[in-house]
């Protein structure tokens, strides 16, 4: 494994791909015509094609799990700690996929590519808008198996992922139980999104529907807050004279992250995620898992993987855990995940 | 002490007051005239007037701590659990205060008396509204020791609260050192509010910034939520099939609340939270300290406490602690504060 300045120096390049599919059946009845999505490949597919770990994504992210588009790309991907060559995810050992979601929240983003409300409707040539149908992340877990066939790989090695990443690669192991070897989920909560995040994602919408553009911004500073960790800001503004100086600045990334972000989108993923609930299927599941909570987790909280981790249990999956111990909330599992390497390494390679 | 049924079945009948202050100097340069403000009293004052204990409140609480106003009032006051005959805050031996804040929120229910933006400004015979001017805890302390000060109490044997109730004891401490002995702070921070805090109050002031009517209710149901603990609407809701139940759920108890409450008193008072700050005059605390945080607390975050505590330690004040290990979030201040009676009554009882 690599030590933390190896890492720190890796830098891989990826380019983004585009998976186009004709028509997509989807489970609210509609079908979806002309769906695209964005994705990028790690590493090689082997001989038997049975090395290939699929990677989706948490709500505001997008397929660019690892690597850097561009030399000049200021930031890697958001798992880039774990997935690389000699990192826990290896790309020397394995095919690694990033994919994008239906209904992708970072519409503006140029390297992300999605169908969703900010598409053009090839029936009527206008943007969808509240036009786009219901979408659950079954849709979407769909789409990227047509994908994964297009690639020819019959059996996925593992699905890993964060946050809504992790409910995609629980519902991928239910709805597909025999093509799906492992789970790696992180940051998770279990089988269902629990009634509380429920109450709080709705909270992410309020402001959105009073204003699309400023609702926006507001929107994605509880997002924020929600993601990291109640220490958050202690260190940077407990000692201003002006503690209000956290407004601003947490106004500033959120206006950074709403510029690239569609409101239409955001109201509906978040729908998406409320409605996330595999509990009717789960039995179903074969697939091995591995789930890594975080314990300072103030949107995902630890009770959520607590009971999540039960209800696995008590259906008789074959569930372990590891808790991700540091203390900044949500956003651990993607930047404080280099604890769960060794873990989440020692899963994937056993056999 | 009393057990649980007798605590259950006890009813004390208490009388609201309204005490009146022709003027008071605000910290912000203002002078607010005609102030009035609601206390109520349990117990006798003693003939040495050293056996007074006042109970400043929550956010949206009020002087309402014990007992009923009314027979036939469904619910007692907020601390009934804790303040009574033989309880741990024991009217038998102490003489209880609870106040109103200023500002207070409540400003439909016709049980609170308060000076806020919903009142009449004197020099206009207009309401207030935006035109009221800033109010710190401060500015309420003061008026509180005016009352005080009425009543021929000079030293309190102790100022208790919870949360903001609790900032409002320190600050009383800090303010008017000589005059209390002890203060016993209930799932409070410390000796300013932390940043996050700052940031999450915010997010409940941005639906009623859109809508003084709607987004009020928007904002009481995040409020609710952040008071509550991740695992209120599990038992529940889960279970139901249509999970999205613990929405309307939440909206009805929002909208109850909403119904007495003032949007520009709760947009002001938030800020008043948000600007709670006595770390410059903390040093000139005198009183024994007792503070009680929630482990499970997902407003005022056990991090809040444990860094207050710290801060409180090392200016040298002598401060002990008791932790309410129960589930139930910010609100186990209220409702499951019974383990910490024994603590609570030894503290105030020992010499």
């Not at 009717?280 to 789930?291: C, N, Y």
């Not at 314990?295 to 995902?300: E, F, G, N, Q």
């Not at 249990?313 to 855990?321: A, Q, Y």
């Amino acid at each position: 494994m690599l030590n933390q300045t190896e890492y720190a120096t890796s830098t891989v390049l990826v380019q983004k791909r585009v998976f186009a599919l004709n028509n997509l059946e989807l489970e609210c009845g509609s079908t979806l015509t002309d769906v695209r999505f964005g994705f990028e490949c790690y590493g090689q597919l082997n001989s038997s094609r049975d090395n290939a770990i699929l990677i989706p994504h948490y709500f505001t992210g997008s397929s660019h799990v690892a690597g850097r588009y561009r030399e000049s790309d200021l930031e890697p991907g958001y798992w880039d700690l774990l997935v690389g060559p000699g990192k826990a995810i290896d790309t020397n050992r394995y095919f690694v996929i990033g994919v994008d979601c239906l209904g992708n929240v970072n519409t503006g983003n140029p390297d992300v590519v999605t169908t969703g409300p900010k598409s053009i409707n090839p029936a009527t040539g206008q943007i969808y808008g509240d036009e786009f149908p219901e979408l659950l992340l079954t849709d979407s877990v769909r789409a990227q198996c047509a994908l994964v066939d297009s690639l020819g790989i019959e059996t996925l090695h593992a699905v890993c992922g964060p946050s809504m990443g992790s409910m995609q690669a629980l519902t991928w192991a239910a709805v597909f139980p025999d093509r799906v070897k492992k789970v790696v989920g992180v940051i998770g909560g279990g089988l269902a999104t629990e009634p509380y995040l429920i109450a709080l994602l709705e909270q992410w919408c309020i402001p959105v529907r009073y204003d699309r553009t400023e609702g926006l911004i507001n929107a994605l500073e509880l997002v924020t807050l929600n993601a990291l960790s109640p220490n958050w800001g202690y260190e940077m503004f407990a000692k201003y004279k002006d503690k209000m100086a956290i407004l601003r600045a947490l106004r500033d990334t959120a206006k950074a992250r709403a510029a690239v972000s569609d409101p239409e989108s955001f109201l509906r993923l978040a729908r998406t995620v409320q409605k996330y609930d595999i509990r009717a299927k789960a039995d179903r599941i074969k697939a091995e898992i591995l789930w890594v909570p975080s314990r300072s987790d103030a949107l995902i909280f630890p009770q959520f993987a607590e009971r999540g981790i039960g209800e696995m249990k008590s259906l008789g999956l074959r569930v372990t855990e590891f808790w991700l111990e540091s203390d900044g909330g949500h956003l651990d599992g993607l930047h404080a995940i280099l604890p769960a390497a060794g873990p989440i390494s020692q899963f994937l390679s056993k056999p």
